[in-house]
């Protein structure tokens, strides 16, 4: 079954360093989607990245680069150089492409990481 | 406005209450959702409409009734709540009619406390 696993439910760093976020995920689908997405206090969910299942590259945007591995079915998240501004609960996602009861399409997140930058 | 709006942001509701959820998108989609996220829990989907169709229904109790009237517009409406049943109800938009390599976009939820 279809499965999003975020071991860290919470860590804490210190502004300008460097966090990583963990995101396992179980699929029986070839193709597949993976998302990031940030919750910040004010509630709404952010769109961070989309990652299809045939494209490995890593991807960087400014302080944000993520590491997707097939062979270990991971996709971690890392920022660099972190900011208070970064304190956020962030989720990863799944959605399958085929139609597994009625699955296809929807998001499956994992339970969140929450992640405390502190000055 | 842009983006997707909730109303209310706060509600507090009594067992035997009838009040609903109300959520408007702006970007043009054509898919509409509901979600749950409880504490400690993952996010849950509830409903999902996609052309003003609903397509799904993740075995949601009866006493949440949604409605979509139109492609901007979705409803919850709640009646005979549980304790259980306070959390954060975030309703998302997506592109696509819900096909899987579209991102959601999601408002910043209605924090729902039954009494």
Redesign the interface.
Known sequence: AQK?TQAQTEISVVEKEDVTLDCVYETRDTT??L?W?KQPP??????LI?R?SFDEQNEISGRYSWNFQKSTSSFNFTITASQVVDSAVY?CAL???MNYG?S?????????TKLSVKP | ETGVTQTPRHLVMGMTNKKSLKCEQHLGHNAMYWYKQSAKKPLELMFVYSLEERVENNSVPSRFSPECPNSSHLFLHLHTLQPEDSALYLCASSQGGGRPNTEAFFGQGTRLTVV
Do not use: D, P, T
Not at chain 1, 42 to 47: A, D, K, N, R
Not at chain 1, 105 to 112: D, E, P, S, V
């Open positions: 999003v597949y989607y998302f997405y004010s509630g709404e969910l952010v769109f989309r299809n989720f959605s399958e492409f009625g296809q399409g929807n998001l499956i997140f994992g339970k969140g």
